[in-house]
Protein backbone atom coordinates (compact mmCIF):
# COMPACT_ATOMS: atom_id res chain seq x y z
CA UNK A 1 0.00 0.00 0.00
CA UNK A 2 1.70 3.16 -1.06
CA UNK A 3 0.34 6.97 -1.52
CA UNK A 4 1.97 9.32 -4.12
CA UNK A 5 0.88 13.08 -4.55
CA UNK A 6 2.30 15.18 -7.84
CA UNK A 7 4.35 18.68 -7.78
CA UNK A 8 1.15 20.57 -7.67
CA UNK A 9 -0.63 19.43 -4.57
CA UNK A 10 -0.71 21.81 -1.99
CA UNK A 11 1.90 20.23 0.80
CA UNK A 12 4.34 19.50 -2.94
CA UNK A 13 3.81 23.54 -3.72
CA UNK A 14 4.88 24.45 -0.06
CA UNK A 15 8.13 21.77 -0.20
CA UNK A 16 8.79 22.96 -3.57
CA UNK A 17 9.27 26.93 -2.47
CA UNK A 18 11.03 26.15 0.42
CA UNK A 19 13.32 24.02 -2.23
CA UNK A 20 13.32 26.76 -4.04
CA UNK A 21 14.40 29.26 -1.22
CA UNK A 22 17.53 26.62 -0.74
CA UNK A 23 18.40 27.16 -4.01
CA UNK A 24 18.79 30.43 -3.70
CA UNK A 25 20.88 30.34 -0.89
CA UNK A 26 23.10 28.05 -2.27
CA UNK A 27 23.58 30.32 -5.45
CA UNK A 28 24.53 33.11 -3.10
CA UNK A 29 27.13 30.84 -0.81
CA UNK A 30 27.91 27.36 -1.68
CA UNK A 31 28.39 26.41 2.15
CA UNK A 32 25.15 28.19 3.21
CA UNK A 33 23.07 27.32 5.85
CA UNK A 34 19.19 27.36 6.12
CA UNK A 35 16.18 25.97 7.41
CA UNK A 36 12.37 27.15 6.12
CA UNK A 37 9.84 26.08 6.78
CA UNK A 38 6.43 26.96 4.61
CA UNK A 39 2.71 27.33 4.76
CA UNK A 40 0.59 28.04 2.06
CA UNK A 41 -3.45 27.98 1.37
CA UNK A 42 -6.48 29.94 0.49
CA UNK A 43 -4.31 33.05 -0.77
CA UNK A 44 -1.63 33.47 1.98
CA UNK A 45 1.91 32.09 2.31
CA UNK A 46 3.96 32.29 5.77
CA UNK A 47 7.54 31.49 5.53
CA UNK A 48 9.84 31.64 8.19
CA UNK A 49 13.50 30.94 6.83
CA UNK A 50 16.19 30.56 9.89
CA UNK A 51 19.61 30.98 7.28
CA UNK A 52 22.74 32.01 6.93
CA UNK A 53 22.24 34.21 3.68
CA UNK A 54 20.44 37.03 3.34
CA UNK A 55 17.36 37.33 1.29
CA UNK A 56 15.03 40.27 -0.30
CA UNK A 57 11.37 40.40 -0.42
CA UNK A 58 11.54 40.70 -3.89
CA UNK A 59 13.60 37.80 -4.15
CA UNK A 60 11.33 35.82 -2.42
CA UNK A 61 8.16 36.89 -3.77
CA UNK A 62 9.45 35.99 -7.53
CA UNK A 63 10.02 32.65 -6.17
CA UNK A 64 6.74 31.92 -4.78
CA UNK A 65 4.85 33.93 -7.44
CA UNK A 66 6.40 31.41 -9.87
CA UNK A 67 5.25 28.16 -8.01
CA UNK A 68 2.35 28.79 -6.44
CA UNK A 69 0.90 32.52 -8.53
CA UNK A 70 -0.27 35.48 -6.76
CA UNK A 71 -0.63 35.42 -3.30
CA UNK A 72 0.23 36.97 0.13
CA UNK A 73 3.64 36.50 1.76
CA UNK A 74 4.42 36.60 5.06
CA UNK A 75 7.85 36.51 5.41
CA UNK A 76 9.86 36.60 8.32
CA UNK A 77 13.76 36.23 7.96
CA UNK A 78 16.33 35.31 10.80
CA UNK A 79 20.04 34.70 11.56
CA UNK A 80 21.15 31.03 12.34
CA UNK A 81 21.27 30.12 16.15
CA UNK A 82 24.98 30.42 16.94
CA UNK A 83 25.47 27.24 18.46
CA UNK A 84 24.27 26.05 15.47
CA UNK A 85 26.82 28.15 13.08
CA UNK A 86 29.37 27.27 15.77
CA UNK A 87 29.09 23.88 15.21
CA UNK A 88 29.79 24.00 11.34
CA UNK A 89 32.69 26.79 11.51
CA UNK A 90 35.67 24.94 11.00
CA UNK A 91 34.87 21.43 8.86
CA UNK A 92 31.47 19.89 8.35
CA UNK A 93 29.84 18.00 11.06
CA UNK A 94 26.19 16.57 11.03
CA UNK A 95 23.92 19.19 11.61
CA UNK A 96 21.01 17.55 13.53
CA UNK A 97 20.88 14.35 16.16
CA UNK A 98 18.50 12.04 14.43
CA UNK A 99 17.70 8.40 13.15
CA UNK A 100 17.19 6.95 9.50
CA UNK A 101 16.48 3.91 7.98
CA UNK A 102 16.20 3.66 4.15
CA UNK A 103 14.39 0.35 2.70
CA UNK A 104 14.59 -0.72 -0.99
CA UNK A 105 11.75 0.29 -3.14
CA UNK A 106 8.76 -3.01 -3.80
CA UNK A 107 7.54 -3.19 -7.08
CA UNK A 108 4.01 -1.57 -6.39
CA UNK A 109 5.59 1.82 -4.87
CA UNK A 110 7.93 1.34 -8.37
CA UNK A 111 4.63 1.57 -10.02
CA UNK A 112 2.94 4.14 -8.62
CA UNK A 113 5.53 6.52 -8.85
CA UNK A 114 5.31 6.03 -12.86
CA UNK A 115 1.48 5.89 -12.78
CA UNK A 116 1.95 9.22 -11.01
CA UNK A 117 3.94 10.96 -13.27
CA UNK A 118 2.35 9.23 -16.40
CA UNK A 119 -0.95 11.36 -15.39
CA UNK A 120 1.10 14.43 -14.29
CA UNK A 121 2.43 14.54 -17.50
CA UNK A 122 -1.04 14.92 -19.21
CA UNK A 123 -2.46 16.55 -16.43
CA UNK A 124 0.04 19.04 -14.46
CA UNK A 125 -2.42 19.80 -11.42
CA UNK A 126 -3.06 19.12 -7.81
CA UNK A 127 -3.48 15.00 -8.05
CA UNK A 128 -3.40 12.17 -5.26
CA UNK A 129 -2.80 8.48 -6.03
CA UNK A 130 -3.02 5.39 -3.73
CA UNK A 131 -2.06 1.70 -4.95
CA UNK A 132 -2.93 -0.88 -2.62
CA UNK A 133 -2.54 -4.89 -3.60
CA UNK A 134 -3.82 -3.58 -7.00
CA UNK A 135 -6.85 -1.18 -6.21
CA UNK A 136 -5.40 2.21 -7.84
CA UNK A 137 -7.38 5.28 -6.38
CA UNK A 138 -6.77 8.17 -8.58
CA UNK A 139 -7.70 11.64 -7.50
CA UNK A 140 -6.98 14.17 -10.19
CA UNK A 141 -7.78 18.24 -10.55
CA UNK A 142 -8.93 19.20 -13.57
CA UNK A 143 -8.71 16.30 -15.35
CA UNK A 144 -12.48 14.92 -16.71
CA UNK A 145 -13.29 11.51 -14.96
CA UNK A 146 -14.26 10.03 -18.42
CA UNK A 147 -10.81 11.37 -19.86
CA UNK A 148 -8.69 9.28 -16.70
CA UNK A 149 -10.90 6.38 -16.95
CA UNK A 150 -9.82 6.27 -20.68
CA UNK A 151 -6.06 6.21 -18.69
CA UNK A 152 -7.01 3.80 -16.28
CA UNK A 153 -10.21 1.69 -17.01
CA UNK A 154 -10.37 -0.26 -13.35
CA UNK A 155 -9.55 2.70 -10.92
CA UNK A 156 -11.28 4.52 -8.85
CA UNK A 157 -11.32 8.25 -9.68
CA UNK A 158 -12.16 11.32 -8.00
CA UNK A 159 -14.59 9.84 -5.42
CA UNK A 160 -16.32 12.85 -4.70
CA UNK A 161 -16.52 14.13 -8.55
CA UNK A 162 -15.03 16.39 -10.91
CA UNK A 163 -12.45 17.65 -8.61
CA UNK A 164 -10.45 21.29 -8.64
CA UNK A 165 -8.19 20.95 -6.09
CA UNK A 166 -5.33 22.71 -5.07
CA UNK A 167 -4.57 25.81 -2.35
CA UNK A 168 -7.29 27.29 -2.66
CA UNK A 169 -9.23 24.07 -1.70
CA UNK A 170 -6.59 22.39 0.99
CA UNK A 171 -3.49 24.00 2.78
CA UNK A 172 0.16 22.99 2.43
CA UNK A 173 3.24 22.55 4.63
CA UNK A 174 6.62 21.49 4.24
CA UNK A 175 7.34 18.08 4.81
CA UNK A 176 4.21 16.66 5.03
CA UNK A 177 4.18 14.24 2.78
CA UNK A 178 6.68 12.29 3.81
CA UNK A 179 5.10 8.57 2.80
CA UNK A 180 4.86 10.08 -0.67
CA UNK A 181 8.43 11.46 -0.86
CA UNK A 182 10.19 8.30 1.21
CA UNK A 183 8.08 5.11 0.47
CA UNK A 184 8.63 3.02 3.36
CA UNK A 185 11.76 4.61 4.63
CA UNK A 186 11.60 6.53 7.60
CA UNK A 187 13.45 9.94 9.35
CA UNK A 188 12.51 11.29 12.57
CA UNK A 189 12.94 14.69 10.65
CA UNK A 190 11.96 15.78 6.91
CA UNK A 191 13.76 16.19 3.18
CA UNK A 192 13.11 19.96 2.29
CA UNK A 193 13.83 23.10 3.04
CA UNK A 194 17.11 22.66 4.84
CA UNK A 195 20.97 22.73 3.68
CA UNK A 196 22.65 19.51 2.86
CA UNK A 197 24.75 20.38 6.22
CA UNK A 198 21.47 19.25 7.79
CA UNK A 199 21.31 15.26 8.68
CA UNK A 200 17.69 15.05 7.48
CA UNK A 201 18.44 16.30 4.15
CA UNK A 202 21.83 14.03 3.40
CA UNK A 203 21.83 11.17 5.83
CA UNK A 204 18.02 10.28 4.43
CA UNK A 205 19.61 10.35 0.91
CA UNK A 206 22.55 8.47 1.64
CA UNK A 207 20.31 5.57 3.96
CA UNK A 208 17.95 5.29 0.87
CA UNK A 209 20.54 4.65 -1.75
CA UNK A 210 22.13 2.57 0.16
CA UNK A 211 19.20 0.28 0.80
CA UNK A 212 18.62 0.46 -3.11
CA UNK A 213 21.97 -0.70 -3.45
CA UNK A 214 22.22 -3.37 -1.05
CA UNK A 215 18.46 -4.57 -1.44
CA UNK A 216 18.08 -4.58 2.42
CA UNK A 217 17.25 -2.28 5.20
CA UNK A 218 19.81 0.06 6.37
CA UNK A 219 19.87 1.92 9.73
CA UNK A 220 21.52 4.98 10.93
CA UNK A 221 21.53 6.71 14.38
CA UNK A 222 23.95 10.39 14.13
CA UNK A 223 24.32 12.79 17.01
CA UNK A 224 24.63 17.01 16.41
CA UNK A 225 28.69 17.36 15.84
CA UNK A 226 29.34 13.93 14.80
CA UNK A 227 32.62 13.67 12.02
CA UNK A 228 31.76 10.16 10.95
CA UNK A 229 28.38 8.29 10.75
CA UNK A 230 28.20 5.32 9.07
CA UNK A 231 31.84 4.35 9.42
CA UNK A 232 32.07 7.32 6.94
CA UNK A 233 32.88 11.08 7.15
CA UNK A 234 30.13 12.84 7.29
CA UNK A 235 31.76 15.50 4.96
CA UNK A 236 31.78 12.31 2.15
CA UNK A 237 27.89 11.74 2.87
CA UNK A 238 26.98 15.35 2.48
CA UNK A 239 29.05 15.51 -1.12
CA UNK A 240 27.60 12.53 -2.29
CA UNK A 241 24.22 13.94 -1.29
CA UNK A 242 25.43 17.62 -3.18
CA UNK A 243 25.57 15.13 -6.29
CA UNK A 244 22.39 13.58 -6.08
CA UNK A 245 20.64 17.28 -5.70
CA UNK A 246 23.05 18.95 -8.30
CA UNK A 247 21.65 15.44 -10.80
CA UNK A 248 18.12 16.02 -10.22
CA UNK A 249 18.78 19.75 -10.84
CA UNK A 250 18.62 21.24 -7.45
CA UNK A 251 16.33 21.60 -4.01
CA UNK A 252 13.56 22.57 -5.99
CA UNK A 253 13.40 19.94 -8.32
CA UNK A 254 14.16 16.97 -5.83
CA UNK A 255 11.09 18.51 -3.47
CA UNK A 256 8.94 17.80 -7.03
CA UNK A 257 8.96 13.75 -6.00
CA UNK A 258 10.82 12.92 -3.54
CA UNK A 259 13.45 10.09 -3.27
CA UNK A 260 11.09 7.99 -5.96
Do not use: F, N, Q, S
Given at each position: MIEKVNPS???????RIAGALVDLAYSKNDNCKIAVEVLIGHDNCHIIAETSENF???EVEKVVSRIAGKITLDLNVVRQDIHLADNQSCKIRCGDNGIFKGVPLTEEQKKISSIAREIYSRYPSDGKYILDNGKLIICQSNAKNSDLRKLYKEAIINPLGEWTGGINVDTGAVNRKLGSDMADSVTGG????KDLSKADVSINIYAFKKAQELGKEVRISCAIGDEFVDGKPYSEIVE????YIENLGGFEKFAEWGLF
Open positions: HPDKVADTIEGLHGEARE
